[in-house]
């Protein structure tokens, strides 16, 4: 397994299209998390999937955000109608099933995808 | 608010010792990660501390106090390498294990 893999690594789009990004997991992990970072600033929590279930959305996620799993296995984020204020990294981890209540379960992230719009 | 504080910048010389420290909220408190994140690239998990104190892993360091809401991270005999950002990250009870990430503090190692 060749970890956390993201695509694209880079998108370029003009204000008002819809882009989407897709995300591959480490195969045995049921636990899918999107997050955006932003130059300076740490990665901010945007949704979690255990299996194809969207469990939880941060409410940074407006409603031009949507994200799914349909089987469990990869990941697409979509945002429409794209605006300057989107410009960022979208970073996707993956962890194992939860081992336990205070397990360490280590969210193991991908190299993001760099999304800028113009 | 789970507000997780860590200093923004630091700079340090090859071979010494450099220590960040990093605070949190208390409530619901279930877990504290460190990642390196080199410019450009992923977050890579460093450390996870649940009990209080020292974790040691080779050069690195993870110190924990729950009561005191505090945490730090040991970096020993530098490398110019070990210039990045370290991520502090907890992990809230009820909150599917996701983690709550502080801003980062970056870190320059210099000859």
Known sequence: ?118 | GQNIDQPTEMTATEGAIVQINCTYQTSGFNGLFWYQQHAGEAPTFLSYNVLDGLEEKGRFSSFLSRSKGYSYLLLKELQMKDSASYLCAVKFSGGYNKLIFGAGTRLAVHP
């Open chain 1, 1 to 118: 397994d060749t970890g956390v893999s993201q695509d694209p690594r880079h998108k370029i789009t003009k204000r008002g299209q819809n882009v989407t990004f897709r995300c591959d997991p480490i195969s045995e992990h049921n636990r899918l998390y999107w997050y955006r970072q932003t130059l300076g600033q740490g990665p901010e929590f945007l949704t979690y999937f255990q299996n194809e279930a969207q469990l939880e959305k941060s409410r940074l996620l407006s409603d031009r955000f949507s994200a799914e799993r349909p089987k469990g296995s990869f990941s697409t984020l979509e945002i429409q109608r794209t605006e300057q204020g989107d410009s960022a990294m979208y970073l996707c981890a993956s962890s194992p099933p939860l081992a336990g209540s205070s397990g360490a379960n280590v969210l193991t992230f991908g190299a993001g995808s760099r999304l800028t719009v113009l």
